[in-house]
């Protein structure tokens, strides 16, 4: 399997040589897509300059650290999100007689895969690190990169999930857009913000929180005022990202076990 994913990235880069032009347009897309994000932040903080006891500055680092976890998932995991395309036009089962394991497999389809919002994402949050000055000791060193890691993880895990209901429902377009918008709409502002049903379910069943907010409000030495949990939970970013993707993956390996295919 580690021959075959590196192989698969090598496909990858030689593809990324040879469209340059796609990459060059896809990073101005991804630029002007996460500027917009920020611009209208920008513009809700002029006429809100603290919510909730956060500034923008503080907003900046939230969306920051979040944007470096999201794209890290786009990078190596998104082509989970094909998955309901594979079941409806009956692509699905030609994972199912390859000697590969099926998610493995579907994780590398050859594409080009371009890492241009990743590498965004992380000068992003370099610069937000310095804009909210944000202490860089070897806490911040050592957990940052696995908080990212566990925001990936946390993003598989729940794409894992949304992909694994085809197997039952074949169309599942509409609990993927109303996943995707809970995270793209209420992980840019602090959950405190919310009313306390909204704040449980970010945190506790799709824990969207843990991939900036609690990170946030650690690092930026803040009151965890939501829920009011020690900052320090912001930590267990790694472990909750670990442990979605073991409960989405059993998950995956019952819906295997019911799959039965389009008639495609």
Not at 57 to 65: D, T
Not at 89 to 118: A, H, M, N, S
Not at 131 to 140: E, K, L, S, T, Y
Request: proline letters at 4%; hydrophobic letters at 55%; charged letters at 10%.
């Amino acid at each position: 399997m580690l021959r075959a994913y590196a192989e698969y990235w090598r496909i990858n880069f030689l593809t990324l040589l040879e469209y340059r032009a796609n990459f060059v347009m896809w990073f101005v897309f991804t630029i002007v897509y996460h500027g917009v994000a920020l611009g209208a932040l920008w513009v809700t903080m002029r006429q809100f300059p603290s919510m909730n006891g956060w500034a923008f500055r503080e907003m900046f680092f939230l969306y920051a650290l979040w944007m470096a976890g999201h794209e890290l998932h786009n990078t190596l995991f998104f082509t989970v999100v094909s998955v309901p395309d594979y079941v409806r036009e009956g692509r699905f089962d030609r994972f199912l007689v390859r000697p590969l394991d099926t998610l493995f497999q579907v994780l590398t389809v050859p594409q080009q895969i371009v890492p241009d919002g990743l590498i965004l994402g992380l000068a992003t949050l370099a610069v937000a690190t310095v804009a909210a000055n944000v202490r860089v000791d070897w806490i911040f060193m050592v957990f940052v990169p696995l908080i990212i890691l566990g925001g990936a993880l946390i993003d598989l895990g729940i794409s894992l999930v949304v992909a694994t209901c085809s197997f039952w429902f074949v169309r599942v377009d509409t609990i993927r857009w109303v996943v995707m918008s809970l995270e793209q709409d209420f992980t840019r502002y602090p959950i405190s913000i919310y009313t306390r049903g909204v704040r449980i379910v970010l945190a506790f069943v799709l824990p969207f929180a843990f991939m900036n907010y609690f990170p946030a409000t650690f690092f930026l030495q803040k009151t965890e005022v939501a829920l009011h949990l020690n900052p320090a939970v912001g930590l267990l970013t790694p472990a909750i990202g670990l442990a979605w993707l073991g409960a989405a993956y059993g998950f995956w390996l019952v819906g295997l076990r019911h799959y039965q295919g389009t008639g495609s």
